[in-house]
């Protein structure tokens, strides 16, 4: 049963850092791309940043030069470095990632249970 688990959400003054992680487990065959995706509060789901198998990354403009994402691919992680945090980075961060399964062979969109990052002014 694949499973992304999320941590490292919490509440962060105005300026400060926060690094959440996502490791998936289960029966994985291997991992695709994987994103990190954040609601604010009353608004919908959007993607923030988003990374391949290989490393590539991309962000969107709101988060640049703030915001870094890595993988640990050995480890089945990602990571989200949150630097400079401002009030409206506030929301609930999910963890997103195509992975196939083992024995299988397609790929499958999986979503994690999302954690809270709260950031006062």
């Known amino acids: 049963q694949v499973r992304l688990v999320e941590s490292g959400g919490g509440l962060v003054q105005a300026g400060g850092s926060l690094r959440l992680s996502c490791v998936a487990s289960?029966?994985?065959?291997?991992?695709?791309?994987m994103n990190w995706y954040r609601q604010p509060p009353g608004k919908q789901r959007e993607l923030v940043a988003a990374?391949?198998?290989?490393?590539?990354?991309n962000y969107a403009d709101s988060v640049k030069g703030r915001f870094t994402i890595s993988r640990d691919n050995a480890k089945n992680t990602m990571y989200l470095q949150m630097n400079s945090l401002k009030p409206e980075d506030t929301g609930v961060y999910y963890c997103?990632?195509?992975?196939?399964?083992?024995?299988?062979?397609?790929?499958?969109?999986?979503w994690g249970q999302g954690t809270q990052v709260t950031v006062s002014s």
């Open positions: 997103n990632a195509d992975i196939r399964p083992a024995f299988m062979s397609g790929y499958r969109d999986y």
């Open positions: 289960g029966r994985i065959g291997s991992i695709n791309a």
């Open positions: 990374i391949t198998s290989g490393g590539s990354t």
